[in-house]
């Protein structure tokens, strides 16, 4: 990074709270706050035409919610790091967010110390998570297998189930083909195939939702 101050958009829909974040955001030097939303398709506008380095989302507002606009804002503009400021703790809302691609997570009770440590953190490119959050997403990633591929995703053939459990394992397909003796061409056949039954859009949500089921624990390789 350079010395320059983090460029932060803030989208919240409750004008105190937002407020007080701007409040701690003017009293940093390493901050500077661009814009401020109100919904979610506020912040996808303002993301758009402000290109900030981080986006502070909540992820219950009217319209469109926090989670539909870090995805959008993800896919037009991969470069902006988007961290979750919400008071919601369920998996279902963390794992939703690691999905649309938001680079952090953090509760309202935070400190504003953490909140800006976290907003330097993902402005780097560091994956941040309050304490919390933390300990959630360790335990759940070290729980046991749930279920095995066949069983967990019935519409898989038995091969593409087996390309499956190897993409949880972090394993590319230039790998996958060489464990298999396949061309390359037909692993991308399988990939493309295990994407459109599980309707994700890419290999990163492919490997949360098999990780979700218990897959990928036997081992690890490139990605």
Do not use: C
């Not at 989208?11 to 407020?19: E, K, L, M, T």
């Not at 502070?56 to 991969?78: K, Q, Y």
């Not at 098999?210 to 990605?223: I, T």
């Amino acid at each position: 990074m350079t010395d320059d101050p983090v460029r932060l958009l803030i989208a919240d829909d409750h004008p105190v709270f937002r407020g007080g974040l701007k409040m701690l955001v003017d009293s940093l030097d390493t901050i500077e706050l661009v814009g401020e939303a109100a919904n979610g398709e506020e912040a996808i506008a303002l993301a758009r035409e402000l290109q900030p380095d981080v986006v502070l989302m909540d992820l219950h507002m009217p319209g469109v919610n926090g989670i539909e606009a870090t995805r959008s804002i993800v896919a037009t503009s991969p470069h902006i790091g988007v961290l979750v400021l919400t008071m919601f703790q369920d998996d279902d809302s963390v794992f939703a967010a690691m999905r649309a691609g938001a680079r952090g997570y953090l509760l309202k009770g935070a400190g504003q110390d953490e909140i800006a440590r976290a907003i330097r953190a993902v402005a780097s490119g560091e994956a941040i998570f309050g304490t919390e959050i933390a300990a959630r997403v360790m335990q759940f990633f070290s729980a046991p297998p749930a279920a095995a591929p066949s069983t967990a995703f019935p519409r898989l053939t038995d091969r593409e189930a087996e390309v499956l459990e190897l993409i949880a394992q972090g394993r590319n397909n230039a790998w996958i083909a060489h464990h298999f003796t396949l061309s390359q061409k037909t692993v991308r056949n399988h990939v493309s195939n295990v994407f459109a039954k599980l309707q994700v859009a890419d290999r990163a949500e492919a490997i949360v939702r098999a990780r979700e089921a218990g897959l990928g624990q036997g081992g690890g390789g490139p990605a």
